[in-house]
């Protein structure tokens, strides 16, 4: 798994989660390469996740919200545990 050598100025709130979901991303072009269409790398991510205890969706709708209201929704592509992006 990456793991991250020096402590970053800002540091990561949820290191440990960060850190699993780039090591997975990683083991997934290590092992397909380049070449294949999107949906072939987000449902392999999907699975190498899913080996490693995490969970991920994809083509999921998120309600958007700036400063407590509502402004839209996305169609995020991939997404896997919410608390890594979530900013506050």
Known sequence: MLEIQDEHPDKLVHRAITEAIIGAAFEVH??????FLERVYQRALQVELS?????????KRIRVQYKGVVVG???ADFWSLMTVWRSK
Not at 51 to 59: F, M, Q, V, Y
């Open 30 to 35: 290590r092992e397909l390469g380049y070449g």
């Open 51 to 59: 080996r490693r205890g995490l969970s991920a969706e994809i083509e």
């Open 73 to 75: 929704d996305y169609d």
